[in-house]
């Protein structure tokens, strides 16, 4: 099947931990993007990548940390900057960000301080 | 900067109901815009594309519409069932800066 496979499922850190969220697809797209969700608020862009080894900081860059070695991999680190980590993380891609596609989601990873 | 607000925030309707649901933005240079449908703890599941050049587009039950000049996309759902409880989430796509801004989304819940 083709998609985008985001693991784990739900992600548990202490407080000084960096943690990485994985994100895999294998629909060959070029785009592929890193988005935080909080309740009552929108999906606020953290970062995203146009090509491999290319990347760019979104809105809420702070604090994260990606890499893009692959086209099918697009991990995102949250490090003990980040002040404010649990959220509900999601992963998305497209074609490419220039053309006028689709843009498929994971299911996403919930992270949650303790 | 882009905003995109979306109206109501929630919704409950008894079943069989057409309904339609509002998004509006500020930035009306945008190369498309997307409605998404979230279950609860879920991810997004994209619903229909409107390119910019379109004014609407169908998927079954489902029909959004687009009015760049005014700001504006509907979402248009005939003969609503249980099934379509979620929450519903737009995005549009601009080209400066070149990214997705999601709506807050509205809740909808079809009750038998």
């Known amino acids: 099947d083709g998609g985008i496979t985001q693991s784990p499922k739900y992600l548990f850190r202490k407080e000084g931990q960096n943690v990485t969220l994985s994100c895999e697809q294998n629909?060959?797209?070029?785009?592929m993007y890193w988005y935080r969700q909080d309740p009552g608020q929108g999906l606020r862009l953290i970062y995203y990548?146009?090509?491999?080894?290319?990347?760019q900081k979104g809105d809420i860059a702070e604090g994260y940390s990606v890499s893009r070695e692959k086209k099918e991999s697009f991990p995102l680190t949250v490090t003990s900057a980040q002040k404010n980590p649990t959220a509900f993380y999601l992963c998305?891609?497209?074609?490419?960000?220039?053309?006028?596609?689709?843009?498929?989601f994971g299911q996403g990873t919930r992270l949650t301080v303790v | 900067k882009q905003e995109v607000t979306q109206i109501p925030a929630a919704l409950s309707v008894p079943e069989g109901e057409n309904l339609v649901l509002n998004c509006s933005f500020t930035?009306?240079?945008?190369?498309?815009l997307q409605w998404f449908r979230q279950d609860p703890g879920k991810g997004l599941t994209s619903l229909l594309l409107?390119?910019?050049?379109?004014r609407e587009q169908t998927s079954g039950r489902l029909n959004a519409s687009l009015d760049k000049s005014s700001g504006r996309s509907t979402l248009y759902i005939a003969a609503s069932q249980p099934g379509d409880s979620a929450t519903y989430l737009c995005?549009?796509?601009?080209?400066?800066?070149?990214?997705?801004?999601f709506g807050t989304g509205t809740q909808l819940k079809v009750e038998l």
């Open positions: 998305a891609s497209s074609i490419a960000r220039e053309r006028n596609t689709e843009a498929f």
């Open positions: 629909l060959n797209h070029d785009a």
């Open positions: 990548s146009q090509i491999v080894n290319d990347f």
């Open positions: 930035d009306s240079a945008i190369y498309n």
């Open positions: 409107i390119q910019s050049s379109q």
């Open positions: 995005a549009a796509f601009t080209g400066g800066g070149n990214k997705l801004t």
